[in-house]
């Protein structure tokens, strides 16, 4: 029963107002997302605690209860496995935009600046690349969870993030942008997870959150 100042949205989940900002950085009002409860704070926080227990060593001692589930790109799958097999084995995630710069300390507008001066063939940019660089090199924090993109349906590795941005010249094609992480699985073959993400298939976006997503799933 609930008290009757504790709504469903507070104590279960519910839509909650966040700043809409644009590719350059700019507002544009406000979006809603669903976030959890007290309830479901509480469901996750012991899930937590029990992936901590089954993991041997310290590969979870970084997860926590504001910890983030998100979908990455690593290459091109079938083009550039180079990349996706150097980050396996560098324990690494990566992304390939602006190999010249720095982006340490970017805001989201700087990377949106950058990327209009690179565009030199007349045709526009993809809205979601400053996006992704943003929320990459700042927005991901250590403890938070990733999921490897094999297919609009499935992904083939899971990792924690270990470790925040920096930038690595020696990397192939360009991908000189790196966050560290801890592998916790590497599938043989790709694992479906549209069960898990309530039927929805993934995007070929490079980074972004996977709002539908528990930690029981993972």
Avoid at 13 to 26: A, V
Wanted: aromatic content about 12%.
């Amino acid at each position: 029963t609930f008290h009757q100042s504790i709504s469903y949205e507070e104590f279960v989940e519910g839509l909650r107002p966040m700043t809409n900002d644009n590719e350059s950085g700019q507002s544009h009002g406000l979006k809603y997302e669903v976030k959890p409860g007290i309830l479901r704070q509480m469901a996750n926080k012991a899930v937590i605690s029990q992936l901590q227990e089954d993991f041997e060593g310290n590969q979870l001692q970084h997860i926590g209860e504001s910890s983030t589930v998100w979908k990455v790109s690593l290459g091109s799958r079938g083009k550039e496995e180079e990349v996706y097999k150097d980050c396996i084995q560098s324990n690494t995630i990566a992304i390939g935009w602006l190999p010249d710069e720095d982006l340490h300390n970017w805001s989201k507008q700087d990377i949106y600046q950058a990327l209009e001066k690179e565009n030199t063939n007349g045709s526009d940019r993809p809205t979601n690349d400053s996006d992704t660089i943003y929320k990459f090199v700042n927005e991901i924090q250590i403890g938070d969870v990733v999921l490897v993109f094999a297919s609009v349906n499935s992904i083939r590795a899971i990792g924690v993030v270990t470790g925040a941005y920096y930038r690595d010249e020696t990397k192939p094609n360009y991908y000189f942008h790196r966050r560290k992480v801890s592998w916790l699985k590497i599938f043989d073959q790709p694992f479906e997870i549209l069960k898990y993400n309530d039927n929805v298939r993934l995007t070929l976006k490079t980074v972004y959150k996977l709002t539908r997503i528990e930690f029981s799933d993972i």
